[in-house]
């Protein structure tokens, strides 16, 4: 049973960090794609980051490119999601997603091309 984990949410002043992780288990963690979304009050869910299995090549979306980054450790089972210079609209659950890579797609950075999902975590940036 393949389950993710995150952590590392919470509350914080605009303009500060925060670092979330995701620990997988069951499954064999190296031979999967990452990403991390999130999901706002009334909004749908939306793309943030994505890693390739290899770590290679990492995808941030626009509007966290260059506060954002996205990294994984194998030999932890690991992804994170480094967060700097946080912003209100940052505030959302942030959710951690896995799926085993395939060379018939590139990353995905789409919410309907991953099979597994975490049950997310609280991330409240106040002004």
């Known amino acids: 049973q393949v389950q993710l984990v995150e952590s590392g949410g919470g509350l914080v002043q605009a303009g500060g960090s925060l670092r979330l992780s995701c620990t997988v288990s069951g499954t064999t963690f190296s031979r999967l794609d990452l990403g991390w979304f999130r999901q706002a009050p009334g909004k749908e869910r939306e793309f943030v980051a994505a890693i390739s299995w290899t770590g290679g090549s990492t995808f941030h979306a626009n509007s966290v490119k260059g506060r954002f980054t996205i990294s994984r450790d194998n030999a932890k089972n690991t992804a994170n999601l480094q967060m700097s210079s946080l912003k209100p609209e940052d505030t959302a659950v942030y959710y951690c997603?896995?799926?085993?890579?395939?060379?018939?797609?590139?990353?995905?950075?789409?919410?309907?091309?991953?099979?597994?999902w975490g049950q997310g975590t609280q991330v409240t940036v106040s002004s």
């Open positions: 997603a896995a799926d085993p890579s395939s060379f018939l797609r590139s990353v995905p950075t789409v919410t309907n091309e991953y099979g597994y």
